[in-house]
């Protein structure tokens, strides 16, 4: 079944009903949210879109956008979300390897991305907007659970981006057991202030209520004192761990502001325990945590009805298997660490061109190892105690040293560097960069490597911290001891 047509099977008896309440207090129907898509449909097939294209999106948050996303599912083309904070020649990269018909974007980024889709073959400029005509949306594009849905970016440390394929039935499987798990009933409203360029905000967030056509409160970005104000209308709410900090800073936080809530869901990073407890001890509430990855959407959550345990992530998801192991594939025993693996419908069906990366994280019996160090109780119960790569979470954002480092090392001054994730109290990490000087030149001024930084890297990306030491840290193989950086400065942000 084609996504599409499972989300509006949910939506189909309530298209009179508000699908998203915007900031701005104006309101979208269903009917409406399906019309537009219709519409777009048909102009993304005027512009030679057909079934497998791939349709490269970098646009800002918004109704629009939405409409946008349901436009590819019908048309049964694949969705390529990129985080609006991409640079252009970030953009570019990503155009290049997914060769996609159509790049859109918004009308201020036009002129930065020209050259991208001159070198993708993408001719044509055209507005994408409502009709007022009322010709009829082309028929929904018949799609099976093995085709192709989205391809999710998710960088490795080597720098490489790699293209998570996310098939239909991938999509498709997640939604209904989430849906399911968290006991989505009629009358529940969605808080949702998640950007929607990645799985959280946009399979794990909107699939679940528009399934359940549910309002939805669509905010453009997180306000703690905005969303405060909001609680009383909602009944659900998913966000990062930064979200739930910021929300505890807030004096009129408590329980009579979360009366009307039923639940409060937090993942994309880990969920600090003392931030559990406090938000428990203010409001009554236990969050539920629960974990994935780009290659699987969501993976395991604590339970709906049960206990929730600060610092784990649940089990695995009804059809999901997850074990345990090492890194030759034996399994470890209870409680003892090893990398998590998973396997289940849920599961993407390969990196994009990437055949033999794809194999290399395969194990011969279909599992996917993850790399997330983890351990698993007798129970099945799995608690995520570290990261066998190096990749740093900030404010839910996945970032790869590797990517940082090499813009870095080409600035004068930089013999080489490392750069880490060290504790941050409101966004779980903090980006730091270690430096090596070179002797030959002039002392390096951190303030100096911002113009490099800002043309070649999201925000997101940039360090806050930098340390100019004489050399890092290496083992007797000559690899760079990141872990003794981590510990060397965990408190570079503590005040």
């Known amino acids: ?82 985080n609006v904070a991409y640079t252009a020649e970030e953009v570019a990269s990503f155009v290049e390897d997914a060769e996609p018909r159509v790049l859109v974007c918004e009308d201020g980024r036009r002129a930065s991305l020209e050259r991208a889709a001159r070198d993708a073959s993408i001719l044509t400029e055209h507005d994408l907007a409502p009709s007022t005509d009322h010709v009829p949306a082309p028929p929904l594009a018949a799609r099976s659970s093995e085709d192709l849905a989205a391809i999710v970016y998710t960088s490795g440390t080597t720098g490489r981006s790699k293209g998570a394929m996310l098939t239909h039935g991938n999509l498709t499987s997640n939604a209904r057991s989430l849906h399911q798990l968290w006991g989505f009933r009629d009358g529940d409203v969605l808080l949702h202030a998640l950007p929607i360029f990645h799985v959280h905000g946009l399979f794990v967030a909107l699939h679940t209520a528009l399934v359940n056509a549910s309002r939805v409160l669509f905010f453009d ?147 996917f190892i993850t790399g997330d160090v983890a ?62 000087q070179d002797p030959n030149e002039p002392p390096v001024d951190p303030e100096s490597l911002k113009p490099a930084l800002d043309e070649r890297l999201a925000r997101f990306k940039h360090p806050r911290r930098f340390y100019v030491v004489d050399a890092l840290p290496r083992n007797t193989m000559g690899k760079v001891q990141k872990n003794q950086l981590r510990e060397t400065y965990a408190e570079a942000y503590s005040d």
């Open 1 to 82: 079944m084609n996504t599409y047509q499972f989300l509006q099977q949910g939506w189909a008896s309530s298209r009179e009903s508000t699908s998203l309440e915007l900031e701005d207090g104006r309101c979208v129907s269903y009917g409406q949210l399906e019309a537009h898509a219709g519409q777009l449909h048909r102009q993304l097939s005027d512009l030679g879109v057909v079934p497998g294209d791939r349709v490269v999106v970098q646009i800002e948050k918004s109704s629009d956008a939405v409409a946008l996303y349901l436009a590819v599912l019908r048309a049964g083309a694949i969705y390529v979300p990129l």
């Open 221 to 367: 970005r997180f306000d703690a004192g905005v969303v405060l104000g909001k609680l009383p209308q909602a009944t659900v709410m998913m966000g990062v761990p930064t979200f739930y900090v910021r929300l505890l800073e807030e004096p009129g936080f408590d329980r009579e502001s979360c009366s009307n809530m039923r639940l409060f869901i937090s993942g994309s990073a880990p969920l600090n325990e003392a931030t559990f407890e406090e938000f428990e001890r203010r409001t009554g509430h236990k969050i539920l945590e629960r974990y994935g990855m780009s290659e699987a959407g969501m993976i395991t959550s604590n339970p709906l009805d049960g206990e929730r345990v600060a610092g784990t992530v649940g089990f695995a998801l009804p059809d999901v298997v997850v074990r345990v192991a090492d890194e030759s594939g034996e399994l470890m025993a209870p409680n003892e660490v090893g990398v998590l693996e998973v396997k289940g419908p849920n599961l993407f069906s390969g990196y994009w061109r990437l055949p033999e990366k794809t194999q290399e994280e395969h194990r011969s019996d279909g599992f």
């Open 375 to 436: 351990t698993m109780d007798e129970h099945g119960r799995v608690s995520i105690v570290g990261r066998a790569k190096d990749l740093v979470i900030c404010g839910g954002y996945n970032i790869y040293p590797k990517e940082i480092e090499g813009v870095l090392d080409e600035q004068p001054g930089i013999l080489e560097s490392a750069v880490i994730g060290v504790p941050h109290s409101d966004l779980g990490e903090g980006v730091v960069a270690v430096l090596v």
